[in-house]
């Protein structure tokens, strides 16, 4: 059974596929898709609903996709509503490739399972420099890659798709319902 992490956003979206092997999960592709910004939010909304289509087709049947909510980005961010545009892509996609089970979890929800901060430091004061270093770290360790993930969009989508295993009861269960 394979499963889907994505970390959207117009510049770029991670994508994490994860396989279950024996006990437990192995991270089989990864990486970002990434868009230029002078060609504009029509073309690069097409673009990623391209190449995440050409990623899903390379990659085989995905049984879940977990996707971070735009929501998480805080109530200041005067992107949301093209993050809500990217996301809508990226479902459109994975529903015409099969994938019907979409989870949409925030990132404070999935960061804290997958990379929490050491005791003491205030997530809400940390660097985000420190956070998105904290997170490759952690999704290198957990999944055995023999370096870092080369952007924080992919560590992400891999974060994304560990919290899905821990956090989804079917996906736990190998796909039963």
Not at 11 to 35: K, M, N, P, Y
Not at 61 to 66: K, R, S, T
Not at 73 to 100: E, M
Not at 135 to 147: C, D, I, K, N, S
Request: contains cysteine.
């Amino acid at each position: 059974m394979r499963i889907l992490g994505l970390d959207p956003g117009l510049a770029d979206v991670g994508f994490a596929i994860l396989e279950r092997c024996g006990g437990g999960w192995v991270a089989v592709q990864h990486g970002t898709i990434s868009t230029r910004k002078e060609d504009g939010q029509p073309r690069r909304l097409a673009e990623i609903y391209t190449d995440t289509s050409a990623v899903l087709r390379e990659a085989g049947p995905i049984a879940f996709a977990a996707i971070e909510d735009y929501r998480s980005f805080g109530q200041f961010n005067t992107n949301a509503g093209t993050l809500q545009r990217v996301i809508g892509v990226v479902i459109a996609a994975l529903a015409l490739h099969g994938v019907v089970q979409v989870v949409e979890v925030g990132q404070g929800e999935w960061r804290k399972v997958v990379a929490p901060a050491p005791a003491g430091v205030d997530t809400r004061k940390e660097k985000e420099a420190a956070r998105k270093m904290r997170t490759r770290a952690a999704v290198q360790q957990r999944f055995g890659l023999p370096a870092l993930p080369r952007t924080s969009h992919e560590a992400d989508a891999l974060g994304i798709a560990a919290w899905l295993t821990m956090h989804q009861a079917v996906v736990r269960a190998g796909g039963a319902a």
